[in-house]
């Protein structure tokens, strides 16, 4: 072979190979026993690998081994789900059962069938486990069962028991599935509303003091009232505005939260350049990089701007599918806005504060409408004319609403208990505004609302702050749904007690019994707030106003230095804050420390330079959170007091902290 003479065999040599076939012979006939009757055990195991070492070349040999590889795979799994299923049986409600059984599952060789049907003799024994009902959308998703069928699934378990959460909220995602990805049959979605809303309202009516079905009406009412993409619905400057300014911040308001607001998707130009190297912020607390409100700064050139030219300024996205909500739908309607930049060419510095800004009532005066900032407040509420105000009424959304409105009224006149039917009217009666608004709210039912929220606070204390809050929503639409409304609220301070870092005109929210705050989108233009003597928990969403320079929030319910986050989005404009009289330090326990910054909760970055600020001073160590808050702010004027965690200590970190203070407590500081 290969040029090698061969050599004859002896006789040596021949009895070798005659034992080595014979071995061979043996190895291949228990082999081959083994194979045919599917024998697997390590012993035949040990047969197969002495074979193949024998013969490498032995193709059924390697073959058998993936056969016995699969074999006891298949044994493995079929022993771990019966001891997962035994488990179930002592604990049906066990995650970490549930959670093993889904990981075995998912490495293959199950039967769906069996999945199945052990899921059905399971849910005969309690219907609503919500862990068996989230791993039936597992295994349907994993084995590629239709939606279309396990929908008829939901409709059986509902008809069977009305009191089922676990099978309303199964159906309603898949119902989403099935209209995103417009599955023939459910392609209009105002049909498949319709249709279900009857058959919710079977539910409902049928026993309406049951609050699973309840439930899935208020999912369908949001289907109902929500738009196909998230929406541009303000922005500042407002279209049409004419501001004089040659550095200010644009912000741009989503009716949801989105990602993706860049230089890529978001154009800013002149007459004469656009503007390339613009970096938006989104404007929120969480570390999502999502935000309803998104910010950039922008700086006219000089040479651009003097006393007898006006600069056009327009923004736009013409590319908008860019910008996505969190739900992953992207925003492919193109808009824009436009304003008037008019500054002149070396405009005056504004001066230090030089007196205390004052709250009181005998510091403002009714406002003049032909003001400067009356003006702005006017050309804010009639931008109905820019490209992003585009959202229309839609018949059938109204109508759909409308007959809602109907039956519900109507249940009130029967129905024993009303609480529940109070709670429905009312957010229906919000929601028919809601898709009758073109531009400008529409609070045509908004008294109705107030009322029936009044009424619910007496009918059920035991959810007050519920009702509380959607009550200062509701306040807060109708206040700020038109300028005549509005400018009951706006007052100008006296020129007597004005200050110049503020302007003349101040939004009075005071004494509302407000206990949470919203409806921002109507507020960009506001740079003096008074919200003192409320009920205020928290201020979120506060951080979309970027021209905000006084703020008040006196005798309110804060019981924390977290409470006060948005603060941070505020250090280039806040000057004058108020957060005397309210609950900071009360507490024992501050709850929100693990929901919000902390250096226990890590959903800030630890700032390094709090360490160099406290240089291992005992007294400032426990302070990182307010440090956190004021930290970067320049307040000119802080009004503290009346709060337990303000001590002696703590007023000389503020000094530390706050060199350009001039005011504290309304006391002057040399």
Not at 225 to 241: A, E, N, Q, R, Y
Not at 369 to 382: H, I, K, P, R
Not at 612 to 627: C, P, R, S, T
Request: aromatic share 10%; glycine share 4%.
């Amino acid at each position: 072979m290969h040029g090698r003479p061969r050599k004859p065999s002896t006789p040596v040599d021949e009895n070798a190979s005659s034992l080595k076939a014979n071995k061979l012979k043996s190895l291949q006939s228990q082999f081959l026993h083994n194979h045919h009757n599917k024998i697997y055990t390590e012993e035949a195991l040990k047969i197969n690998e002495k074979l193949i070492e024998a013969n490498p070349e032995f193709m059924t040999a390697w073959n058998y081994r993936k056969l016995a590889f699969e074999d006891r795979i298949q044994a493995l799994i079929d022993e771990e789900l019966r001891v997962v299923e035994n488990a179930l049986r002592k604990n049906f409600k066990s995650y970490g059962a549930w959670h093993h059984r889904k990981w075995v599952v998912s490495k293959g060789n199950t039967s769906t069938e069996r999945e199945i049907g052990l899921l059905n003799k399971f849910q005969q024994l309690d219907t609503r486990n919500f862990h068996a009902w989230n791993y039936r959308r597992s295994i349907a998703e994993l084995k590629n069962i239709p939606d279309e069928k396990e929908l008829k699934y939901t409709t059986d378990m509902i008809e069977t028991n009305f009191s089922n959460y676990s099978a309303w909220h199964n159906r309603s995602v898949l119902l989403s599935h099935l209209m995103e990805k417009k599955v023939e049959g459910y392609l209009q979605k105002e049909i498949i509303l319709k249709e279900e809303y009857e058959f919710v309202r079977n539910a409902v009516f049928t026993d309406p003091d049951d609050q699973s079905g309840w439930f899935y009406h208020l999912w369908l009412l949001d289907q109902t009232v929500k738009v196909d993409m998230p929406t541009l619905v303000s922005s500042w400057p407002p279209h049409g505005s004419d501001i004089n300014q040659v550095t200010f911040p644009i912000i741009l308001y989503f009716d949801e939260p989105v990602e993706g607001v860049s230089s890529h998707t978001v154009t800013v130009q002149t007459e004469n350049d656009i503007f390339k190297n613009v970096t938006w912020n989104p404007l929120s607390t969480n570390k999502f990089k999502c935000a309803q409100a998104w910010m950039t700064h922008l700086s006219i050139p000089h040479e651009e701007v003097n006393s007898s030219k006006k600069v056009q300024v327009k923004v736009s996205s013409e590319m908008s599918d860019g910008i996505i909500s969190l739900s992953g739908v992207t925003s492919s309607r193109p808009w824009s806005f436009g304003f008037t930049v008019s500054v002149c060419q070396n405009p005056q510095p504004a001066e230090g504060q030089n007196r205390r800004l004052s709250y009181a009532d005998e510091s403002f005066c009714t406002v003049d409408t032909n003001s400067n900032s009356a003006g702005l407040l006017t050309s804010y509420f009639e931008s109905k004319t820019s490209d992003y105000e585009q959202s229309t009424s839609s018949k059938w959304k109204s109508e759909m609403i409308a007959t809602e409105i109907d039956q519900y009224r109507d249940m009130l006149t029967w129905a024993e208990s009303k609480k529940i039917g109070k709670l429905t009217l009312a957010r229906l009666l919000t929601a028919y505004d809601a898709v009758m608004s073109t531009g400008a709210p529409d609070t045509a039912n908004m008294e109705e609302v107030l009322q029936l929220y009044t009424e619910l606070m007496k009918l059920d204390p035991a959810h007050n702050q519920y009702y509380m809050d959607e009550y200062s929503l509701a306040l807060l639409k109708q206040v700020t749904s038109n300028k005549e409304s509005l400018l009951k609220y706006c007052w100008q301070y006296k020129e007597s007690t004005s200050s110049n870092i503020t302007d003349s005109l101040c939004l009075r929210l005071n004494n509302l019994s407000l206990s949470r705050i919203g409806s921002f989108e109507r507020l960009l233009w506001v740079q003096s707030l008074d919200l003192s003597h409320n009920e205020l928990h928290s201020i979120e969403g506060l951080e979309a106003l970027q021209l905000l320079s006084c703020l008040n929030l006196g005798h309110n319910k804060l019981s924390s230095f977290m409470a006060l986050d948005p603060l941070r989005f505020l250090k280039s404009s806040l000057k004058v804050l108020d957060i005397s009289y309210n609950e900071i330090g009360a507490h024992t326990i501050d709850t929100r420390r693990y929901l919000c910054s902390s250096p226990m909760s890590h959903t800030l970055d630890y700032d390094s330079k709090f360490e160099e600020f406290a240089n291992g001073d005992a007294n400032l160590v426990n302070f990182w959170d307010a440090y956190s808050i004021f930290g970067g702010l320049n307040l000119t004027q802080l009004d503290i007091v009346g709060n337990v965690a303000v001590d002696e200590r703590f007023v000389l970190f503020l000094a530390k902290l706050l060199p350009g203070l001039e005011w504290l407590d309304g006391e002057e500081l040399n």
